[in-house]
């Protein structure tokens, strides 16, 4: 079956999908994404990745182009023309199309690209029963990670450094010499005294949709919660260490920077807030 995306009100063949040459998504990477997990023809944490939406949008002061209800119809019909039941639905959102000039332009109307796509449920799985390991990287990135912006090269060269050393993801270390986040997800450790932590919210890190959801679930185990930054030396020596996100959920890593972490081997209390999380987070 081909596949269908959305470009501006119309449902296109993928192929043939196309913005202008001056939009300034393009341009200047002027715009913002969404990405929403589906699992057996669900959308997870629907509501969280619509508020995320609004809040970034805000901060680039860039108009929604339709309705929260509107969008809710595209993203289901793009489901639906694309037959995804189990994969994965891509929005970005730009301030539009305008002769190039890097101040906003006047009465410029926003661009949306929706797109949406099948994955393999059950190789995520293995994934994550296996564990990953991640490599660490200098963070490089501007200073409002906060911002869900299609501005991502910086990601993009530490994911590429993952991928070439073998690695499944980077985690990113500050000038502190403290871990703040994955390329594409959350850091998190279950330090030695056994208390769950991630980093603080800031402009340092992405509000993540998954992140956001776990720290519920720790609530209702009730279990001890830090959010506050930690440093690479202290993650190498920690229980556990696993990473959130949409793609990725919730996933064990194993190792960082060719060190084991919890000898090795993926950590009950990981696997155990992945299993919650799938139990919980279908709209």
């Not at 929260?68 to 793009?78: F, G, I, W, Y």
């Not at 185990?221 to 793609?247: D, G, H, I, P, Y």
Request: glycine share 8%; aromatic share 6%; charged share 20%.
């Amino acid at each position: 079956m081909s596949r269908i995306a959305y470009v501006n009100g119309a449902y296109v063949h993928h192929h043939h999908a196309c913005v202008h040459i001056e939009d300034r998504g393009y341009q200047f990477s002027d715009g913002v994404y969404e990405v929403w997990a589906i699992r057996q023809g669900k959308m997870l944490d629907n509501a969280g990745h619509f508020q995320r939406l609004k809040r970034s949008l805000g901060e680039l002061r860039i108009a929604a182009p339709m309705s929260d209800a509107a969008l809710r119809v595209v993203l289901h019909e793009m489901m639906r023309k694309n037959r995804v039941r189990n994969g994965l639905v891509y929005l970005q959102i730009t301030r539009g199309v305008a002769p190039r000039d890097h101040a906003f332009p006047n009465n410029t109307l926003p661009s949306i690209v929706v797109t949406a796509k099948c994955t393999n449920p059950g190789k995520a799985d293995q994934t994550a029963r296996n564990g990953v390991t991640v490599i660490t990287v200098p963070d490089e990135r501007w200073a409002r990670c906060d911002i869900k912006s299609v501005s991502l090269l910086p990601n993009i060269l530490a994911k590429q450094a993952a991928h070439e050393k073998g690695a499944f993801e980077a985690w990113m270390v500050d000038n502190n010499g403290l871990i703040t986040e994955g390329s594409s997800s959350n850091a998190w450790i279950v330090s030695k005294e056994g208390v769950l932590t991630t980093r603080n919210l800031s402009s340092d890190i992405l509000g993540g949709i998954t992140r956001a959801h776990v720290l519920t679930l720790a609530a209702e185990r009730q279990m001890k919660v830090e959010e506050r930054s930690f440093s690479l030396e202290e993650a190498q020596n920690a229980r556990e260490a696993f990473m959130t996100s949409a793609t990725t959920l919730v996933t064990p890593i194993t190792h960082i920077d060719a060190k084991a972490v919890g000898g090795g081997k993926p950590g009950p209390l990981a696997s155990a807030l992945r299993k919650d999380y799938l139990k919980s987070a279908a709209t």
